[in-house]
């Protein structure tokens, strides 16, 4: 598993698609950089006259900003590294060879899994390492415990949307449809779901993925723009919520690979 990771792990970070997402991720940094410096004066605005910030909360603020900016990006790494993760092996025909070495399919697919989780991560590090630097030098401190807490959420969505787009990509035998797939599924059928029980029964489908990310920057402020209510407020996200969040991306994680691992071993190539 150790020689299949490093070796699908050196084919992400050499890939056109790796070097997009990084070039997307250096020039979001720079333009979350530049409003952040620029607009930091004018949060006060936003709220009424007589509600006065403290520099506290001006930085989770901010932070929730950062935060729902990046929600988003790991699906696109993950569809750029995941999606075509097993199609591929069948359009490119590459299977041949690969299913004929003496591997177990389960620990190919594990291993190329894990490489595609790292170089995802890895594409992420200018993003945070921005946003740590930004928080500092407007605030010269950083509330450390809820920014690990986030970072680690985008870790947990990272590894299930991952593992996720891997189910998808062991459905197909082309990459092509791998890609409109996943994203549909995202960014379509969860997000329309989300909507109409949220606007009809003002109920948050907590089990979607799509609702559970939300909690990367929730632990800053729970406040997510699709949630229908007026009662609504700068408080964080509670610990249950958090816990919440992370059991369902754990339930995807864990059950998208299980089904992977049983379509994976049965697949032929024809």
Do not use: C
């Amino acid at each position: 598993m150790a020689v299949i990771y490093r070796y699908y792990l050196r084919n992400y970070y050499r890939s056109k698609s790796f070097y997009l997402i990084f070039i997307l991720l250096l020039i979001v940094s720079a333009l979350m950089i530049y409003l952040s410096v620029r607009y930091l004066p004018k949060i006060q605005e936003i709220f009424p006259s007589g509600v006065s910030l403290s520099s506290p909360m001006k930085e989770r603020i901010l932070l929730y900003i950062w935060a729902y900016v990046l929600s988003d990006i790991p699906v696109f790494a993950a569809v750029f590294f995941s999606s075509p993760a097993i199609s591929s092996e069948i359009e490119n025909r590459t299977a041949f060879h690969i299913f004929s070495l003496p591997v177990d399919k389960s620990v190919l697919l594990i291993g190329k899994y894990l490489a595609s989780v790292s170089a995802s991560l890895i594409a992420m590090i200018p993003y945070f390492v921005s946003e740590v630097a930004t928080i500092y030098y407007l605030f010269s401190f950083l509330t450390a415990g809820t920014y690990l807490i986030s970072a680690g959420m985008v870790v947990m969505f990272i590894i299930s949307v991952s593992a996720f787009s891997f189910l998808i990509s062991s459905l197909f035998n082309r990459n092509l449809y791998a890609y409109i797939t996943t994203f549909i599924i995202y960014f379509v059928v969860f997000s329309s779901v989300t909507f109409v029980l949220q606007l009809l029964y003002n109920y948050d489908p907590f089990f979607l993925l799509n609702s559970a990310a939300s909690i990367i920057e929730r632990v800053f402020i729970n406040i997510s723009p699709g949630v229908f209510s007026t009662n609504l407020s700068l408080n964080a996200a509670g610990s249950s919520d958090i816990l919440r969040s992370l059991v369902v991306m754990l339930l995807y994680t864990v059950v998208s690979l299980v089904l992977s691992i049983i379509i994976f071993e049965r697949k032929e190539v024809k």
